[in-house]
């Protein structure tokens, strides 16, 4: 153990801001660990344990032209350098120009009764029931002539935050994740990507995870090249995760306000009220949303856009996004609501979507499909025009032709050029909800419950030579 985490986190952010000589103070310290298992070719390659910590000072100073703010972040933080990152803040923030999101420091009025716990540490023993399981999976993989790549990461990572107007505010969050691709053993022409999140791995289920990925590769023995086109389209939820991701990512009332998104009114303000779809669909964000339980306070280390450092401790609760097919909210800090005259809608780390009575599976909706593609993921995805929300990117990990209710073939990967917003207008299907994790953005954002989306005409604007 470093001798800066011999010293309590809490007790840390108790020392920062008695030293603090400025006219406000908020101090953030994160205890992290993670442990992982890494495979390759049907064999465990390398697995450990990090901790460390982060400490963000935020110092802010009453000027005459108006409140400054500055803002110093550090990792292993001993009380030997604590003084020296506490006056750098306060510098910063004398030095700085007056901050245009400036409001007063929330309150002690949400003050944590768990203030005192010690951070939540994770170790490889959460990884007890899946380790085995995997090596019986390699053994079958092996013998059935598939190589199974991927790794599993645990991570708690536990917040303390305080400032100098009473707040103390604490917060434990478990995120995990699994992901493992399939490839047929010959040449590595075939594969085929399964992931899920998970709070604890209690709920992974790894010979399911091997059955699907050997089930795709079986669909892959038979090969149709397609041409570039529109396609009636199935979406699984993990491609609907990383769509809305972005389209979550890109809800930010004051980029919006300033005419910079396809959230943007013509003629000025935001889109917050139109319908942007006839299906009733929801998507909204919840804290304490079961399984997908995330940070019920702002934490800001930086102020932009979509975030400030003077909202720190805001209480965040259930947000609906989209309600009955409307633009509800956007993503609001206390000065762009200001701005906007809507209400304070702080970012949540997590989304849901789904529509009223929406019960068909993935399953169900193969099986009701006449002629259409099935995709497993989406990846590489890049912006192209942010007035229209204009994605483009490639299909990954196999892309099957469904006929007459029946997965028949596997096809070429596709490049699509879709904007998510010009989708929710184009639904023809919503199935139904269940947790999932989008494959390209699931480094940052985990925490989704997505339906399988069917859409009649998907735009796969060119042939991909991608494997």
């Known amino acids: 153990m470093t001798a800066a985490r011999t010293v309590r986190p809490q007790d840390v952010v108790e020392r920062a801001l008695a030293l603090s000589g400025a006219d406000g103070c908020i101090v953030i310290a994160q205890e992290t660990s993670e442990a992982n298992l890494r495979w390759a070719g049907n064999t465990l390659t390398t697995n450990g344990v990090t901790r460390g910590r982060r400490l963000t000072v935020i110092a802010t100073v009453d000027g005459q032209e108006g409140i400054a703010a500055g803002v110093v972040s550090r990792s292993n933080v001993g009380l030997d350098e604590l003084e020296a990152v506490v006056r750098a803040a306060e510098d910063q923030a004398r030095e700085g120009r007056s901050a245009e999101d400036a409001a007063p420091l929330v309150t002690g009025a949400g003050s944590g009764a768990d203030w005192d716990d010690e951070p939540a540490v994770t170790s490889i023993d959460v990884f007890s029931a899946v380790a085995p399981a995997l090596g019986e999976s390699f053994t079958a993989a092996r013998a059935e002539g598939r190589d199974l790549f991927g790794f599993a990461e ?80 199935l979406l699984p939820p993990s491609a ?66 979509s975030q400030s450092v003077f909202d720190n401790g805001l209480p965040i609760g259930e947000t609906d996004w989209l309600r009955d097919g409307q633009l509800r909210a956007l993503i609001q800090t206390r000065h762009s609501a200001e701005l906007t005259g809507q209400p304070v809608t702080p970012g949540v780390d997590n989304l849901l979507f789904a529509a009223p009575g929406a019960a068909r599976g993935l399953e169900d909706m193969i099986a009701a499909t006449d002629r259409g593609l099935l995709l497993t993921c989406l990846w590489y995805i890049r912006e192209v025009d942010p007035q229209t929300l204009l994605l483009t990117g490639l299909t990954r990990d196999g892309v099957y032709l469904v006929e007459a209710g029946e997965i028949v073939a596997e096809v070429n990967n596709f490049r699509f050029n879709e904007s998510p917003v ?12 269940e947790r999932t994790m989008a494959r390209e953005f699931g480094d940052y954002f985990t925490r989704t419950a997505m339906p399988t989306w069917r859409v009649a005409d998907f735009n796969m604007s060119s042939v991909s030579q991608a494997n």
Not at 427 to 433: A, D, N, Q, Y
Request: proline share 4%.
């Open 240 to 305: 609907v995760a990383d769509l809305l991701v972005y389209q979550y990512w890109s809800s930010v009332a004051r980029d919006a306000h300033d005419g910079r998104t396809v959230f943007s009114r013509p003629g000025g303000g935001t889109r917050i009220g139109e319908q942007l779809t006839s299906v009733p669909v929801r998507m909204w964000s919840d804290p304490a949303a079961e399984g997908l339980q995330c940070e019920p306070f702002v934490v800001a280390e930086a102020s932009n856009a």
């Open 154 to 233: 645990h991570q708690l990572s536990t917040t303390y935050l305080g400032s100098s107007t009473g707040l103390r505010c604490r917060h434990n969050q478990p995120t995990g994740r699994i992901e493992v691709t399939g490839k047929l053993s010959a040449d590595w022409s075939h594969s085929t990507w399964v992931g899920q999140s998970t709070r604890d791995f209690s709920d992974i289920d790894v010979p399911a995870i091997d059955a699907e990925l050997t089930r795709r590769l079986g669909w892959a023995g038979r090969r149709i090249d397609l041409p570039a086109g529109r396609y009636e389209t």
């Open 422 to 433: 010009d989708l929710l207008g184009r639904l023809s299907e919503v199935g139904r909800t």
